[in-house]
């Protein structure tokens, strides 16, 4: 598992004492910190590690903090440049403002005030990192598909409607949820799971909503539930289709009324919490063969958040494998320059079916199994498409008409040595119909 991802910070100070102050206030945070005591190890440094904040003391002998800071604003325009002055007069304030600097901050430094200005950075830039290119926050994804859903993401994490996301085992559900609380005005707020899967139909509704003393056998006091301890934030609701009907009904009442009553109570409770549910299976079927409940279904179905799966979006997989590939080479300690061409191929052919949890443990494998220093296809646990998975017959009926299509297309793909030309001629169909479907499935990536 990656890390949690905290700031990265660099203090600019040639007074070691002076140096030694604002590292020992920064300790107990948990930032990733660097030192450097002049100019040009400041300037290489947030070159290299690219630092969301950066604090420059500006009285230090030797170096001009002003003119640091003007050289860092022009190196590094997104973060948070922070002077520390002596004093706390009009004229240097403004001074090192116009240099640059975005806070200003008076020696000696006390470590809550000093805290509390660096998280706020930090969430500006987490904002400002949530436009970058190819990702939302952690999110790794450029394809269109995916970019559709981070749009769709941040336009739904302002409303307080309830979400459901959608997709299949291992597309990042779990990262999308933690995405909208983050970007909704709840943010500050907690931010609750449960596990639908995990817990006996008894026990689930308890959880969910507390229980009064002596509510059942067991029940020795009073206990507060998920939705009271998600009051001002968001309470996510994974493998929702899990849920029994009967934790159903109150869930819907909840939606609704926003107020429910513990198990065993009388007395009526409304707390401000936002749901979010997630389910990798298909709540129409389950409605339809009745344990899904459909006014629930209809409730839930208002914002739905669809997670596509890996083979959808195939431009995402060498993305996410050098993603991939950057975190557990950190991890190991080792210095691995990406994937063979081989190597690629074989990435981009595989059909993925445990989506991008499947990929990032392959990663990890093949960065921990790779001798040399580069992943090759010898060290990732995948094998390339088993053509022998391909229905030999169809079953008529029982068989929709999209399998019978991809079937007879792959089928000619392949008798024709995979020339999209000659399987077109042979189809009756545009060479331009054959290469859409075959990104439609992931067969090939979009241009
Ligand atoms: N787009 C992505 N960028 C980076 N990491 C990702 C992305 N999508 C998923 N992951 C990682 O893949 C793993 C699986 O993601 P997650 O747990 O959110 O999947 P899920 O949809 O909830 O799966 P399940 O239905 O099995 O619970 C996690 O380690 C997550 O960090
Ligand atoms: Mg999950």
Partial sequence: MPSEETGRLLVVDSDAAGQQELLSELAHLRYAVEAAANASEALELAEASKPDIVLVALEARGMDGFEILGQLKALLPAATLIAVGASASTDSTVEAMRAGADRYLTRPLRADAL??????????????????????????????A???????LLQAAKSRSTILIQGETG??????????HEHSTRREGPLVRLNCAALAESVL?????GHEKGAFTGASTRRRGRFEQADGGTLFLDELSEMPLSVQVKLLRFLQEKEFERVGGNETITVNVRVIAATNRDLRSLVDDGSFREDLYFRLKVVVLEVPPLRARPSDIPLLADHFLRVYSEENGKHLHGFTPRAREALLAYPWPGNVRELQHAIEQAVVLCEGD???????????PDREVEPLSLMVPGVTLAEV?????????????????????????????????????GHIKKG
């Avoid at 597309?171 to 909208?180: H, S, Y």
């Fill in 115 to 144: 805290a509390l200005v660096l998280e706020r950075s930090l969430r500006k830039a987490g904002t400002a990192s949530a436009m970058l290119p190819g990702r939302l926050d952690h999110i790794v994804g450029a394809h269109p």
């Fill in 146 to 152: 995916i970019q559709r859903l981070f749009n769709r």
């Fill in 171 to 180: 597309t990042g559900k779990e990262l999308i949820a933690r995405a909208v």
């Fill in 205 to 209: 509704e308890s959880e969910l909503f």
């Fill in 374 to 384: 580069q992943i090759g296809t010898e060290d990732l646990p995948i094998e390339p």
């Fill in 405 to 441: 299509e991809r079937y007879t297309i792959m089928r000619t793909l392949e008798a024709v040595g995979g020339s999209p030309t000659k399987a077109a001629k042979i189809l009756g169909i545009s060479k331009r119909t054959i290469q859409y479907r075959l990104q439609e499935w």
